[in-house]
């Protein structure tokens, strides 16, 4: 069982910049950051690959959000820039197992990961 702990989420104001960190308490696979608005479902925000950096990111934050992850840490990053109000949302780290046979391999979908997050909040004032 790998617990998944967020943390950097905060008050911003727009046009502002928030870095997320999610350390895992042991190694993960392919690792994902989705959110949840109040009175909205969860959605994908971006996910990375266990291994060569590879990553996808949604429409509404290509160009300004950033994910990266250092495995000797087991820690995965969200740098959120030029944030906008419509970014305020709890954000969750999520996580799958180590998976050989898919170690360059994307994850879209929440139903796809096995771990998650307790969420951080990140609201964005106009």
């Known amino acids: 069982q790998v617990q998944l702990v967020e943390s950097g989420g905060g008050l911003v104001q727009a046009g502002g910049s928030l870095r997320l960190s999610c350390v895992a308490s042991?190694?993960?696979?392919?690792m994902g950051w989705f959110r949840q608005a109040p009175g909205k479902e969860r959605e994908f925000v971006t996910a990375?690959?266990?291994?060569?950096?590879?990553?996808y990111y949604a429409d509404s934050v290509k160009g300004r959000f950033t994910i990266s992850r250092d495995n000797a840490k087991n820690t995965v990053y969200l740098q959120m820039n030029s944030l906008k109000p419509e970014d305020t949302a709890v954000y969750y780290c999520?996580?799958?197992?180590?998976?050989?046979?898919?170690?360059?391999?994307?994850?879209?979908?929440?139903?796809?990961?096995?771990?998650w997050g307790q969420g951080t909040q990140v609201t964005v004032s106009s």
């Open positions: 042991d190694s993960s696979g392919a």
């Open positions: 999520a996580a799958r197992t180590r998976d050989i046979r898919t170690v360059t391999a994307l994850y879209l979908t929440d139903s796809e990961y096995h771990y």
């Open positions: 990375i690959s266990w291994i060569g950096g590879r990553t």
